[in-house]
């Protein structure tokens, strides 16, 4: 069965960290580009971090330069995303986003709308408490 799971969201203080995890199975997400993509409460979908498929490139937000770091397992088949200095804008839903590199990632990441979120995990929730 071809799908991702994501797992590691939960409620953290503002100023914590959390681990989330993308495991895949079915498929080899190295050969695909990952894309964690958040949905605030209220907001549109935007690329938080991601890395692109084969010599794993990343690509952060603004937002998150600094404080969240991507990184790939290739023998886990996984690709985890670290976040550190939590906000409470960092709240949101976090969903792990296999697809086909159609641009470079920094582009990938900058534009929602080239990922295939409809095909893939619910999401792990993230709530940043102030």
């Known amino acids: 069965q071809v799908q991702v799971v994501e797992s590691g969201g939960g409620l953290v203080q503002s100023g914590g960290s959390l681990r989330l995890s993308c495991v895949a199975s079915?498929?080899?997400?190295?050969?695909?580009?990952t894309g964690w993509l958040r949905q605030g409460p209220g907001k549109e979908h935007e690329g938080v971090s991601c890395?692109?498929?084969?010599?794993?490139?990343?690509a952060y937000s603004d937002s998150a330069k600094g404080r969240f770091t991507i990184s790939r397992d290739i023998a886990k088949n996984a690709v985890y995303l670290q976040m550190n200095s939590l906000e409470p804008e960092d709240t949101g839903v976090y969903y792990c986003?296999?697809?086909?590199?159609?641009?470079?990632?920094?582009?990938?990441?900058?534009?929602?709308?080239?990922?295939?979120?409809?095909?893939w995990g619910k999401g792990t929730q993230v709530t940043v408490s102030s």
């Open positions: 986003v296999p697809a086909s590199p159609t641009t470079t990632v920094e582009n990938m990441c900058a534009n929602p709308h080239l990922w295939p979120l409809d095909a």
């Open positions: 079915g498929f080899r997400l190295e050969d695909f580009s």
């Open positions: 890395i692109s498929s084969g010599d794993g490139n990343t």
